[in-house]
T-cell receptor, first 115, second 113 residues
Framework: DTGVSQDPRHKITKRGQNVTFRCDPI?????LYWYRQTLGQGPEFLTY????????KSRLLSDRFSAERPKGSFSTLEIQRTEQGDSAMYLC?????????????FGSGTRLTVV | QQQVKQSPQSLIVQKGGISIINCAYE??????FPWYQQFPGKGPALLIA?????SEKKEGRFTISFNKSAKQFSLHIMDSQPGDSATYFC????????????FGKGTKLTVNP
């Protein structure tokens, strides 16, 4: 197991386009988190899955954002009608059931640039 | 209520010196406090974490000091090395809830050789 994998690593898109990111967590980790990190800031929580259930969403996750985790394995984060303010690093993390955030493992992120 | 305030924003230390980064939190529901290390182009990596029932935790050259009454905690890096040059984030979380983390804004540490 090579850790949390995110794809693509970089994405440049025009304003108004839709983008989708993928996260493959560490196998056996049933918890999956999405965070957003802008330049010079710490990561900000977006949403959280336990298995396939999306249990919490931040107010940061506007109606243009949607996340899924079908079958409790990989997860996708889609942003519709992208705006320049969406430019950020999107980080995925996973953890085993009983370790929780104490044992987060982050991926290397997807850097989104909206032009 | 949810903020974690981190200082300094940047820190320059000579090799072999002690690096100290401070954080303060507001949410008394937080029950664990991890520190993450992030290198450019990489995701944050867990460095060390502490729970509020202890005042200090040490792992190798890294030590967390925790002051529950002041709602403050700090990271000390002893014998700082150039390879420690990275951005460090403190965070607070509540394992009884969603276990989401609230991060500080980060401290960019530079260790000069």
């Amino acid at each position: 197991d090579t850790g949390v994998s995110q794809d693509p690593r970089h994405k440049i898109t025009k304003r108004g386009q839709n983008v989708t990111f993928r996260c493959d967590p560490i196998s056996e980790h049933n918890r999956l988190y999405w965070y957003r990190q802008t330049l010079g800031q710490g990561p900000e929580f977006l949403t959280y899955f336990q298995n396939e259930a999306q249990l919490e969403k931040s107010r940061l996750l506007s109606d243009r954002f949607s996340a899924e985790r079908p079958k409790g394995s990989f997860s996708t984060l889609e942003i519709q009608r992208t705006e320049q303010g969406d430019s950020a690093m999107y980080l995925c993390a996973s953890s085993p059931k009983f370790t929780g955030s104490y044992g987060y493992t982050f991926g290397s992120g997807t850097r989104l640039t909206v032009v | 209520q949810q903020q974690v305030k981190q200082s300094p924003q940047s820190l320059i230390v000579q090799k072999g010196g002690i690096s100290i980064i401070n954080c303060a939190y507001e949410n008394t529901a937080f029950d664990y406090f991890p520190w993450y290390q992030q290198f450019p182009g990489k995701g944050p990596a867990l460095l060390i974490a502490i729970r509020p029932d202890v005042s200090e935790k040490k792992e190798g050259r890294f030590t967390i000091s925790f002051n529950k009454s002041a709602k403050q905690f700090s990271l000390h890096i002893m014998d700082s090395q150039p390879g420690d040059s990275a951005t460090y984030f403190c965070a607070g979380g509540n394992q009884g809830g969603s276990e989401k983390l609230v991060f500080g804004k980060g401290t960019k540490l530079t260790v000069n050789p």
